[in-house]
């Protein structure tokens, strides 16, 4: 029994991972559907272009540093392995809250709306995550517990051989996958009645999935025993039902 091979292509000594491959082509998908998107929102595409320019480091910065400080005993032995972002170790949190931040100072340069440009944007991004939860996949992580389900993936664990665990890069990738839908199709169509519903309803959402997956995950990043990625999904929970309420309240006020 094999694991899936994580390198796609080897050329000399150039190495291609399907980790790299899969996360490049979701900020490619991403970057066309916020162009098309943008057209209808009235926003210029060389803004979205130029704001890609600058969150595409932003994000994978974000990520990787979310993750290395949740994980400082092992990288404080090995601060070597810090920038080994193709073996791995991207939180999205991180990503999200360094985009938000990176989206927030672009709008303030370029007089844009913030909401406006995050509606834009935001649809892109669940469909993103599903595509490169695939990379976990291939480098053997960001697996669930043991089971024994019929669904059930093989993975190698150092300590016990061969096991069959939940493939929760499965699950959130689906998960994934439905609130892009959602988010097209159902709050954008038939509910959305000002700027910042996408961006609340995606909080809300993604969260309320990550919340469920990540406790059956074995590798969570921990805080004082507890799961970030659970603390900060209720977090952006809350964050999502006080924007929305602000909007209709706002919407009121007009």
């Not at 909401?115 to 995550?129: E, N, R, W």
């Not at 992580?141 to 493939?167: F, K, M, N």
Request: aromatic residues 14%.
């Amino acid at each position: 029994m094999r694991a899936p091979n994580p390198i796609a292509l080897q050329i000399g000594s150039l190495t291609v991972r399907w980790y790299g491959v899969l996360i490049a082509s979701a900020l490619v998908i991403g970057l066309l559907i916020a162009a098309k998107r943008a057209d209808h929102a009235g926003i210029a595409r060389d803004d979205i272009y130029d704001f890609f320019i600058v969150m595409v480091p932003s994000i994978i910065v974000g990520a990787r540093l979310w993750y290395v400080i949740f994980q400082w005993d092992y990288y404080s032995r090995f601060p070597g392995d810090i920038i080994k972002i193709w073996n791995g170790g991207l939180a999205i949190h991180g990503g999200i809250i360094a985009g938000l931040i990176a989206g927030a100072l672009f709008c303030k340069a370029r007089k844009l709306s913030f909401l406006k440009l995050a509606d834009v944007l935001i649809p892109a991004l669940p469909l993103g995550q599903a595509i490169g939860r695939w990379g976990n996949f291939f480098n053997q992580e960001a697996y669930g517990r043991q089971t024994d389900l019929p669904w059930a993936i093989t993975v190698h664990d150092p300590r016990l051989g061969w096991i069959h665990v939940h493939p929760t890069f499965l699950y959130e990738s689906v998960w994934d996958l439905c609130v892009f839908l959602i988010l097209l199709f159902v709050v954008e169509r038939k509910i959305k009645k000002s700027d910042g519903e996408l961006l609340f309803s995606y909080f809300i959402l993604y969260s309320i999935g990550r919340f469920f997956i990540e406790g059956l995950r074995t590798d969570s990043l921990m805080f004082f025993g507890l799961r970030t990625a659970q603390l900060v999904s209720l977090a952006l929970i809350a964050a999502g039902i006080v924007g929305l309420l602000w909007l209709k309240k706002r919407r009121t006020v007009d």
